[in-house]
């Protein structure tokens, strides 16, 4: 149950089976704000025995034979709908726990925390009352073919801080969709907005076992990932422990989604008209949003040489005019880093950068207005090597590293030189060769002179960016395997 004291928010249960149940441990996760270093509250830390309890609520809701999996998809629907009414009806209260929990600013978290899961789940809504669960095919060889997409079973969600609500319905509503049920881990950073969506899925009346959370650490995270009662993993988080996560899979020959890290490329092409006033703030959120703590994020700007100077004065002005602050002041733009290990991570790559060949031109400092707090000042590096470590590893902050090319088709090569392949954008007054550019770049998705990922379209990446795909009709195929029945 809830308690609340000032601005701590204490929760002693977890949502399991539709009820409120006692933990089995007396360990706690205290959230601490990285704008104050203040502690925001606590929950119970989930332990094996939790999540065992969470996976047979859910197997239990998945096998009941008149449950949840076995429901009219259009019913299922219904209660997507309500469950994203009364995530909406909580949007102020999602907003100040995940801003202050993981930094982000309140206006980021107000558009991507709040409306766009729901967003999400209304999709997945509307695509279950649309979508051909069974299909009927003439055969080749005679007769008929009848193909049912079934629900895959339970599924393990375990998601990062970053993003906690937007990541968690990423697989939470197209899971919902097919007829799975689910136990979700969130990451020990952000807990305090997952008993909200808990409270949602109660109020909106989400059949009990449907969605279960435990908020846990990456141990009993892993305990989870190979749990006899799980079917599927969907995992958004780091490359090194998404490897980790499908050698596990593999071995148990389980299905797995993996979302993971990524380094992309922001091409600047020579014709672009480099205005703040009308591309900067598609610049912005496609190079820096959430401190730079955003996967997709095109933090290796490629510029042609002959305009390089420019493109260089443009982002070093973007970075300079950003205001940083508390994650909860509605000015600030850049909050600080989730927590002090990310502040060393990006401070250490700052102090690789101004080591090398680099040239720094912004930034690179903690900012001398805030006295407390886990800030870094958006940091621009130019003249960087494409080989060099802050070219090639993802830092995961408010750092950008400029890279001249000559010639379109050095820029693709540069692009696609890189170990991961996810996002990226290609910024130009011509918007068809933008694509054509576009088309060129190994990755997942990209845009031109844009970057949102749109409910509608998969996203996800290649290479050490992930496996399979989110969003889109194609993440509804993700929580499904086919029976055929030849007749
Ligand atoms: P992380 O990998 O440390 O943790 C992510 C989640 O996985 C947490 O809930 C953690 O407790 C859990 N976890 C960690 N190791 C595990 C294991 N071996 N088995 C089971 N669970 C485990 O990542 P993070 O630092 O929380 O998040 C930042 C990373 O996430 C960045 O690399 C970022 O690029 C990536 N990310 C990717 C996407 C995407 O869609 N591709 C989106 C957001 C973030």
């Known amino acids: 149950m809830e308690t609340r004291q000032e601005t701590r928010t204490a929760y002693d249960t977890f949502y399991i089976g539709g009820s409120w149940v006692g933990p089995s441990t007396d360990r706690v996760i205290v959230p601490i704000d990285p704008s104050t270093e203040q502690p925001l509250g606590g929950v119970p830390e989930g ?7 969470a996976v047979l609520a859910a197997r239990r809701a998945f096998e009941d034979p008149a449950g949840w999996s076995g429901w009219d998809p259009a019913r299922r629907a219904e209660v997507m709908e309500r469950f994203a009414v009364e995530i909406d009806a909580r949007a102020d209260g999602f907003v100040e726990r995940v801003s202050s929990q993981n930094g982000m600013p309140v206006a980021v978290a107000a558009q991507l925390e709040t409306g ?41 969600a375990i998601v990062p801080w970053n993003f906690p609500q937007a990541l968690s319905m990423f697989k939470i509503a197209p899971a ?46 892993a305990y989870l990932v190979s749990h006899p009662g799980v079917d599927k993993v969907a995992f958004t988080g780091s490359t090194p422990a998404g490897r980790s996560i499908a050698e596990a899979c593999g071995r148990l020959l389980r299905p797995v989604t993996l979302e993971l890290g990524g380094k992309s490329a922001a091409i600047v092409l020579d014709d672009i008209e480099l205005d703040l006033a009308s591309i900067g703030e598609g610049l912005f959120s496609s190079t820096l949003l959430n401190n730079g703590q955003t996967c997709f994020l095109g933090t290796r700007v490629l510029a042609p ?54 040239r720094l031109t912004t930034g690179g400092r903690r900012p001398q207005h805030q006295d407390r707090g886990w800030f870094v000042e958006p940091t621009v590096f130019a003249d960087v090597d494409n080989g060099s470590a802050i070219a090639q590893e993802e830092i995961f902050g408010p750092v950008l590293s400029l890279i001249p090319y000559d010639g379109v088709d050095e820029a693709v090569r540069i692009a696609n030189d890189s170990e991961f392949g996810l996002g990226g954008t290609v910024w130009t007054s011509d918007p068809e060769r933008g694509a054509a550019v576009a088309r060129r770049v190994a990755t997942g998705s990209i845009g031109v002179n844009r970057y949102v990922p749109d409910p509608a379209a998969p996203f996800g990446g290649i290479k050490s960016s992930g496996l399979g795909r989110e969003l889109g009709p194609e993440g509804l195929m993700a929580y499904q395997q086919s029976q055929t029945v030849y007749r």
């Open 176 to 221: 919902m969709a097919a007829g799975c049920t689910l136990v979700v881990k969130p990451s020990p950073e952000t807990v305090l907005d997952s008993y909200l969506l808990a409270e949602a899925a109660e109020a909106a009346g989400v059949p009990a076992g449907v969605i279960n959370i435990v908020p846990a650490g990456r141990e009993v995270g």
């Open 116 to 156: 766009y899961p729901s967003a999400v789940l209304r999709y997945y809504a509307g695509l279950a009352r649309t979508s051909a669960f069974e299909e009927v095919r003439p055969g080749l060889l005679g007769g008929s073919v009848e193909v049912r997409r079934l629900p895959v079973g339970v599924v393990a």
């Open 305 to 358: 040489r002959h305009r390089y100077a420019e493109v260089v004065d443009a982002f070093t002005a973007l970075a300079e005019s950003l205001p940083v602050g508390p994650a909860l002041d509605p000015a600030t733009r850049i909050g600080p880093l989730a927590t002090a290990r990310q502040r060393d991570r990006v401070e250490s790559y700052i102090a690789r950068g101004i080591a090398s060949d680099a």
């Open 47 to 53: 332990a094996e025995a939790d999540i065992d309890r």
